[in-house]
């Protein structure tokens, strides 16, 4: 039994196909809030697909038009998850738990059945999110910053000085003392999220009394990985995993 799995974050849409227990490769095209990426994800699984189960972050228009051509191709209504006062384990630290993004909800809940006990999950893209959850599946909340490339396109867009001296100059990595202005934007936001990060970790473990595994994922995780002191895996399909976990219904 086939079932699809879908993600559409702020930028991308990613998607991966669950036969039984088995998760598929993950899938990713950026949708441009345009609906023509939905069509093309449903036109790409497999026919023999019975449920859909998907968490969107992007306005609803793309969750319709995923519903039509899910409808259309496949006779399936998509089910969205929403976030929950409890849910497969975890429990919300969200005073008013509409409030927490979705795709953190799934995301959390998909790290805390990976890890098997205390984790701190770091997503990496348009927005950095951080969030902490227990190993009894107390989730603690989290933080939310702008991811390294949004930092960067901010003070690019709000600085007549800082974009005038970093056009046509290339990033180098590796160093936190830059030597011209475009490697010192990259520099900067590579620097603050693994910081962020790193100190989250640390603030977990305090309130835990344990070591939380930490777990990156999103599509700028594996360039931020290096920047990061805390041992790390990354895992780029684990909001597609917390859905996963759903389909266990």
């Known amino acids: ?120 999950v770091a997503n990496v893209g348009t927005a950095l999110t951080i969030d902490a959850v227990t190993r009894a599946g107390k989730h603690l909340g989290g933080a939310i910053i702008p991811g390294p490339t949004t930092m960067i396109e901010s003070l690019l867009s709000g600085t007549h000085g800082i974009r005038q001296r970093a056009r046509g100059g290339r990033v180098k990595k590796g160093s936190l003392f830059a030597a011209d202005t475009a490697s010192a934007l990259g520099a900067g936001a590579q620097f603050a999220a693994a910081a962020l990060i790193d100190r989250a970790v640390a603030e977990a473990a305090a309130k835990m009394q344990a070591r939380p595994t930490l777990l990156l994922t999103g599509g700028a995780a594996p360039s931020l990985a290096a920047y990061i002191k805390s041992e790390a895996q990354v895992v780029p399909d684990l909001v597609l995993r917390g859905l996963a976990v759903f389909a266990q219904d």
């Open 1 to 120: 039994m086939n079932t699809l799995l879908v993600d559409i974050g702020n930028t991308r849409v990613k998607w991966a196909v669950l036969n039984g227990a088995r998760l598929g490769r993950m899938h990713a095209v950026p949708h441009g809030g345009m609906p023509n990426a939905m069509r093309v994800l449903v036109a790409s699984a497999p026919r023999d697909v019975v449920r859909i189960i998907a968490v969107s972050v992007a306005p609803a228009n793309l969750e319709r038009a995923l519903t039509a051509a899910a409808r259309q191709r496949l006779g399936v209504a998509p089910e969205f998850i929403r976030s929950e006062r409890s849910s497969r384990g975890v429990r919300s630290g969200y005073s008013e738990t509409w409030r927490l993004g979705a795709d953190r909800w799934v995301g959390a809940i998909g790290a805390f059945h990976f890890a098997r006990g205390a984790v701190v």
